[in-house]
Nanobody, 119 residues
Framework: QVQLVESGGGLVQAGGSLRLSCAASGRTFRSHFMGWFRQAPGKEREFVAARGWSVDSSTYADSVKGRFTVSRDNAKNTVYLQMNSLKPEDTAVYYC????????????WGQGTQVTVSS
């Protein structure tokens, strides 16, 4: 059974940094996309960042480009999201997700971790 477990969320002041981690278990995702979404109160879930096997496959939402960096450790089956220069509008529940190769939708989801940025 596949499980994605996020950690690293919390409360931070605007301008600060946080690093989220998502550890996958149940199967390896070396060849698949691992990424992050977020959902703010009253808003729909939105894409944040994702990465495939290589760093060249990294993609980001325009709202986080230059501030967030997605990385992964395939040996640990883990994906990370380094978030710098945080803004109050980054406040949301952040979800880890995996999209299997060749599929158009995201197949596995974590339970989410809260990130709150105070002004």
């Amino acid at each position: 059974q596949v499980q994605l477990v996020e950690s690293g969320g919390g409360l931070v002041q605007a301008g600060g940094s946080l690093r989220l981690s998502c550890a996958a278990s149940g199967r390896t995702f070396r060849s698949h996309f691992m990424g992050w979404f977020r959902q703010a109160p009253g808003k729909e879930r939105e894409f944040v960042a994702a990465r495939g096997w290589s760093v060249d496959s990294s993609t980001y939402a325009d709202s986080v480009k230059g501030r967030f960096t997605v990385s992964r450790d395939n040996a640990k089956n883990t994906v990370y999201l380094q978030m710098n220069s945080l803004k109050p509008e980054d406040t949301a529940v952040y979800y880890c997700a995996v999209k299997l190769a060749g599929r158009g939708s995201w197949d596995y989801w974590g339970q989410g971790t809260q990130v709150t940025v105070s002004s």
